[in-house]
């Protein structure tokens, strides 16, 4: 009760002061917007929409499952599927988004539609400073503002577009080998069609022996 | 006149001027939108009716709409500050609900980042509290320092500071790469210091004791008869943590203690508060030492469109605010067909009229911080 | 041993006469006089807004983070633009405030408080008006100011803002009795109520170091009373319930806006510097320095240093302590200050009458004289600290720990 816990209290708050001068690891702020935070890689804010290689239509790579729409929890993404397919990047004919819309002003940035997709179409972008003066469209995004390169992704967040990259460039190597395999196939069926044809009634060969006669 | 069920004198005011007070829903202590209704006799309470709804949003509607996969980023909302310990225990609910087994690894994350929350939880209230006295924010200040460093840790971890997100039915959506736990162990070595700064500031300050000793007292029997729970049961002398009572997780297998206090006021609300804090660093590093190697997530499990087998069941964890419990019944559908939150601040803050009452108007602020609401727990 | 006047020193003196004999004759007084009193509102107002800055990155820094650093180099604009906005904001009135009241009750609490200032002595041959009765004056003015806030909490017609009102009028008036009584040792001391003669009575020097008040135990005590007193007659932390900005938010000022609520906040930074003005001219030694080695500094830059000093204590007290609440408030003003201010006085007599040559040779003397001062003074606070401590049932606590 003699006031030492005071005087306590001051010495604690004066050294405080002075340490903010003196030492480096006390005075922790950013000096917005001259210097900014750096954002650690696993961090998110808005989703995007990934394309390879440099046309954003042809190379996008959401197929509009509508998985993502029906996953998300506030509901803040619209698709409307195309009527007419394209190839993705294995070979098969997939379907486009025509319009792909997300209103950013819901977006919880809960990262649920990244982790149910299932062909890595999109992914999580680390902008925050997006604020716009336009009330009613400004803050909805088509697939025109939506839709980066994958280099992009590749520089905000290395570690995971690494391992997706490995992972899809596997699969292309797959698909690229059972294709291989399977007009390997249909050919030899159709050179042994041929060569029946020209020769005349011939025993029947089973397919397996005939199979193992070519390998 | 003396009640006999909170046992002291209750005061009792005589012809005079009552004057009503509306401690609105715009006011810099209310911790959020909160209003309290206060009729006043010169400066002494002599009745008080909270009012609380500003900030409902329809939570267990939205979850009763949704997949429960879609429902988690919803309960980080919840008490928006402790949004670890949240997910925990609607994961819990829904794992005792369809039977998910959780691998060991996930068990170990989990506690360490429930116990990082409780932390930080702690720190921001003790500096609420203080700003709360007028200490014009200093405290404050020094516990933000520490907090950020803890959000940090989240942000790398989980990708977000506060809304995390991170855990899932059976375990959690990324597993801790070694660097993050090296800078966990960093970070628990450096933060005993902080809770000897942090005590020694205030600890002996002789305004500090002369404001909280003796108010806003909460009797044991009242505590136990209104279901309070958390910090706030055991500083009024009951024992009794859902760690070591419901032995969830595997807290069985780490050695801490709970503080207890005597007196129920607010000095004693507080000093829970920081011996937790020692406690929890007690668990971070037992965890941190003996956390195994292996999977963070059963693959087994389907996460969208999961449909557990009808049923019931209610998980509850100790939060930082007191027991957060999740209660579920399911009718075999991918949505559940009840989803109900046990919010801590809520409940917790029902007795508020009963430990204002005889108070100081100026005491009204202080107690209230001492419950410690975040408003969005108690509207959901 | 009286340190000399030189030119530095006269400075501004020198300047007033310059241009006062610059006008014809009859008129000669007026003009010195407007100039005194404009000399008095610039620099004060100047300090003001320096002040604000001061107290704003002060803080920051005890927090660990800076103050407002954007406008401007180091953030010295800031003022600029707080009184750019206060200026242009609305000037809302509530519909059933009594008008007249409202619209003077700021007038009459920044004029108050300027008033004040006439009295102090800002350098050697500086002091506005040379009044016999200086102190009397000073807290006689200083006292009006209740009457301002109280004006301003009731007209109001506000519940927070009376609650506030009255919080202050009660705090006020509780905390002059301290305030008066510590500074009657000084005054008996010295045995005169002109600040202008206490001042020289400290400016002597004995083996290098001034007669400061402060020097002795009955000076220290009472500074540190007198500080505390001032530190509650002008509703700073802790003593800032009044505007309670965490509980009534802004108490007896939450219905004025725009520049009457600057006008609240000039009032009340300035009555801070009157007040420590006045703790230091009576107990620092005003203007003098304390070891005559450095008497060649300028008399008027020692007194602004010292005010300095004493604004820069009040920013770390408030960064430092949470608020007292009212009771406590009062208790301590009654039960505490009352009865160590009345120990002040008794120990002062003690001072008087241990004159050196009663106890001992002279420094033998001077020591024993300053032990037993002090003891008269320490003993009675243990005591009386203790009383208090029991009284109030505060405790040091230990808890027990379950598995």
């Known amino acids: 009760m003699l006031g030492e816990g005071i005087i306590q209290g001051l010495v604690e708050t004066a050294r405080n002061f002075f340490g903010s001068y003196t030492e480096k690891n006390r005075l922790v702020t950013v000096q917005y917007p001259e210097e900014r935070h750096e954002l650690p890689e696993a961090s998110r804010n808005f989703p995007f929409l990934l394309y390879d290689g440099k046309d954003p239509e042809a190379g996008l790579r959401c197929v509009a499952c509508q998985i993502c729409e029906k996953e998300c929890p506030p509901r803040c993404i619209h698709i409307e599927k195309s009527k007419d397919k394209k190839p993705d990047f294995v070979g098969k004919q997939q379907a486009y988004p025509a319009v792909f819309d997300i209103d950013v002003s819901v977006c919880m940035s809960c990262q649920i539609c990244v982790e149910v997709c299932p062909f890595d179409a999109i992914r999580m972008d680390k902008v925050y400073e997006l604020s716009t003066d336009d009330r009613f469209g400004g803050l909805l995004y088509t697939k025109k503002e939506l839709a980066k390169p994958n280099e992009y992704y590749q520089k905000i967040h290395p570690v995971e577009a690494a391992e997706t990259d490995g992972r899809r460039v596997k699969e292309a190597e797959e698909a690229k080998a059972k294709a291989a395999a399977a007009e390997a196939a249909a050919k030899a069926k159709a050179a042994s069609a041929a060569s029946a044809a020209a020769s005349g009634p011939q025993p029947v060969v089973s397919d397996a022996i005939a199979k193992e006669k070519q390998s | 006149m003396r009640d006999a069920l909170l046992d002291r004198d209750v005061y009792e005011p005589e012809e005079g001027e009552i004057m009503e007070v509306s401690m609105g829903p715009h006011h810099p202590s209310t911790h959020g939108v909160f209003r309290m209704d206060v009729k006043l006799e010169g400066e002494r309470v002599v009745k008080l009716k909270p009012v609380f709804g500003y900030l409902h949003r329809n939570h267990e509607k939205i979850a009763e709409h949704g997949a429960y996969l879609s429902a988690i980023p919803y309960t980080d909302r919840l008490d928006y500050l402790c949004s670890m310990t949240n997910n925990w225990g609607y994961v819990l609910a829904v794992e005792k609900l369809a039977g998910i087994a959780v691998p060991e690894r996930a068990e170990y994350l989990r506690v360490i980042v429930a116990e990082l929350t409780r932390f930080q939880n702690h720190a921001g209230l003790i500096g609420f509290l203080l700003q709360d006295m007028g200490a014009s924010g200093t405290p404050l200040m020094y516990a933000f320092r520490e907090r950020e460093k803890i959000l940090d840790l989240f942000e790398s971890l989980s990708g977000a500071r506060m809304m995390c997100n991170y855990m899932r039915f059976g375990g959690l959506r990324v597993d801790a790469t070694k660097e993050w736990l090296d800078e966990v162990r960093a970070l628990v070595g450096r933060l005993p210091q902080f809770v000897d700064e942090y005590e020694a500031l205030l600890r002996a300050n002789e305004i500090l004791l002369a404001r909280t000793q003796g108010t806003g007292v909460l009797p044991r029997e009242l505590a136990i008869n209104t279901g309070v729970t958390g910090p706030m049961l055991r500083a009024s002398g009951v024992n009794y943590d859902i760690r070591k009572v419901d032995h969830y997780g595997i807290y069985d297998?780490?050695?801490?203690?709970?503080?207890?206090?005597?007196?129920?006021?607010?000095?004693?609300?507080?000093?829970?508060?920081?011996?937790?804090?020692?406690?929890?660093?007690?668990?971070?590093?037992?965890?941190?030492?003996?956390?195994?190697?292996?999977?963070?997530?059963?693959?087994?499990?389907?996460?969208?469109?999961?449909?557990?087998?009808?049923?019931?069941?209610?998980?509850?964890?100790?939060?930082?605010?007191?027991?957060?419990?999740?209660?579920?019944?399911?009718?075999?559908?991918?949505?559940?067909?009840?989803?109900?939150?046990?919010?801590?601040?809520?409940?917790?803050?029902?007795?508020?009229?009963?430990?204002?009452?005889?108070?100081?108007?100026?005491?009204?602020?202080?107690?209230?911080g001492s419950v410690d609401i975040v408003l969005g727990e108690v509207d959901r | 041993m009286m340190a000399s006047a030189n030119s530095a020193d006269q400075v501004f003196v020198t300047l007033k006469d310059v241009i006062v004999a610059q006008v014809p004759a009859p008129f000669q007084t007026l003009v010195s006089i407007l100039i005194s009193v404009a000399m008095i509102i610039v620099v004060f107002a100047a300090l003001f807004a320096l002040t604000t800055v001061f107290e704003r990155k002060g803080?920051?820094?005890?927090?660990?983070?800076?103050?407002?650093?954007?406008?401007?180099?180091?953030?010295?604009?800031?003022?600029?633009?707080?009184?750019?906005?206060?200026?242009?904001?609305?000037?809302?009135?509530?519909?059933?405030?009594?008008?007249?009241?409202?619209?003077?009750?700021?007038?009459?609490?920044?004029?108050?408080?300027?008033?004040?200032?006439?009295?102090?002595?800002?350098?050697?041959?500086?002091?506005?008006?040379?009044?016999?009765?200086?102190?009397?004056?000073?807290?006689?003015?200083?006292?009006?100011?209740?009457?301002?806030?109280?004006?301003?909490?009731?007209?109001?017609?506000?519940?927070?803002?009376?609650?506030?009102?009255?919080?202050?009028?009660?705090?006020?008036?509780?905390?002059?009795?301290?305030?008066?009584?510590?500074?009657?040792?000084?005054?008996?001391?010295?045995?005169?109520?002109?600040?202008?003669?206490?001042?020289?009575?400290?400016?002597?020097?004995?083996?290098?170091?001034?007669?400061?008040?402060?020097?002795?135990?009955?000076?220290?005590?009472?500074?540190?009373?007198?500080?505390?007193?001032?530190?509650?007659?002008?509703?700073?932390?802790?003593?800032?319930?009044?505007?309670?900005?965490?509980?009534?938010?802004?108490?007896?000022?939450?219905?004025?806006?725009?520049?009457?609520?600057?006008?609240?906040?000039?009032?009340?930074?300035?009555?801070?510097?009157?007040?420590?003005?006045?703790?230091?001219?009576?107990?620092?030694?005003?203007?003098?320095?304390?070891?005559?080695?450095?008497?060649?500094?300028?008399?008027?830059?020692?007194?602004?240093?010292?005010?300095?000093?004493?604004?820069?204590?009040?920013?770390?007290?408030?960064?430092?302590?949470?608020?007292?609440?009212?009771?406590?408030?009062?208790?301590?003003?009654?039960?505490?200050?009352?009865?160590?201010?009345?120990?002040?006085?008794?120990?002062?007599?003690?001072?008087?009458?241990?004159?050196?040559?009663?106890?001992?040779?002279?420094?033998?003397?001077?020591?024993?004289?300053?032990?037993?001062?002090?003891?008269?003074?320490?003993?009675?606070?243990?005591?009386?600290?203790?009383?208090?401590?029991?009284?109030?049932?505060?405790?040091?606590?230990?808890?027990?720990?379950?598995?």
Not at chain 3, 219 to 231: E, V
Not at chain 3, 378 to 392: F, K, Q, S, V
Request: net charge positive.
């Open chain 2, 253 to 368: 297998r780490f050695t801490f203690k709970v503080p207890l206090g005597e007196h129920g006021d607010v000095y004693d609300r507080y000093m829970m508060r920081l011996l937790e804090m020692r406690e929890t660093l007690k668990l971070l590093e037992q965890a941190l030492h003996d956390i195994p190697e292996g999977p963070v997530m059963d693959p087994k499990v389907r996460l969208r469109g999961l449909r557990p087998k009808a049923g019931e069941a209610y998980g509850r964890i100790e939060s930082p605010k007191g027991e957060l419990g999740f209660f579920l019944i399911s009718d075999g559908s991918g949505n559940p067909y009840r989803y109900r939150v046990r919010p801590p601040s809520m409940i917790n803050l029902t007795i508020l009229e009963d430990m204002c009452v005889g108070e100081n108007i100026a005491d009204t602020v202080i107690i209230l």
């Open chain 3, 59 to 403: 803080l920051g820094r005890i927090q660990n983070r800076y103050g407002p650093n954007r406008v401007g180099p180091w953030g010295v604009m800031q003022p600029l633009a707080d009184a750019l906005k206060s200026l242009t904001k609305e000037d809302i009135v509530p519909k059933r405030a009594d008008r007249l009241v409202h619209y003077l009750a700021p007038l009459v609490l920044v004029g108050v408080v300027f008033l004040s200032y006439a009295v102090l002595p800002v350098g050697r041959n500086m002091t506005a008006v040379d009044l016999d009765t200086g102190v009397l004056y000073f807290f006689a003015v200083g006292a009006a100011t209740e009457l301002a806030v109280f004006m301003a909490g009731w007209s109001s017609h506000n519940k927070y803002s009376l609650l506030g009102a009255m919080r202050a009028i009660a705090q006020m008036i509780s905390y002059e009795i301290p305030l008066i009584l510590s500074s009657v040792p000084v005054i008996m001391m010295a045995g005169t109520l002109s600040l202008v003669t206490i001042v020289e009575q400290q400016n002597r020097y004995t083996a290098g170091i001034a007669h400061w008040n402060v020097f002795t135990p009955w000076g220290l005590a009472g500074f540190i009373l007198f500080m505390i007193a001032a530190t509650a007659e002008t509703n700073r932390s802790p003593f800032d319930l009044p505007e309670g900005e965490s509980e009534i938010i802004a108490g007896y000022f939450i219905e004025y806006s725009g520049f009457k609520f600057a006008l609240f906040f000039l009032a009340e930074y300035l009555e801070m510097f009157a007040v420590s003005g006045l703790g230091i001219t009576l107990f620092l030694g005003g203007w003098s320095s304390p070891v005559s080695l450095l008497a060649w500094i300028p008399s008027w830059l020692w007194f602004f240093g010292k005010l300095l000093a004493l604004i820069f204590a009040f920013i770390w007290v408030r960064g430092t302590l949470p608020r007292l609440r009212m009771d406590q408030l009062m208790n301590f003003a009654w039960k505490f200050m009352l009865p160590m201010t009345l120990i002040v006085i008794l120990s002062a007599g003690v001072w008087r009458f241990l004159s050196p040559g009663v106890v001992g040779p002279k420094p033998l003397g001077g020591v024993i004289r300053w032990l037993v001062c002090a003891l008269v003074i320490l003993a009675p606070y243990i005591l009386l600290a203790r009383m208090l401590e029991r009284g109030r049932k505060i405790e040091k606590r230990t808890y027990r720990f379950a598995e």
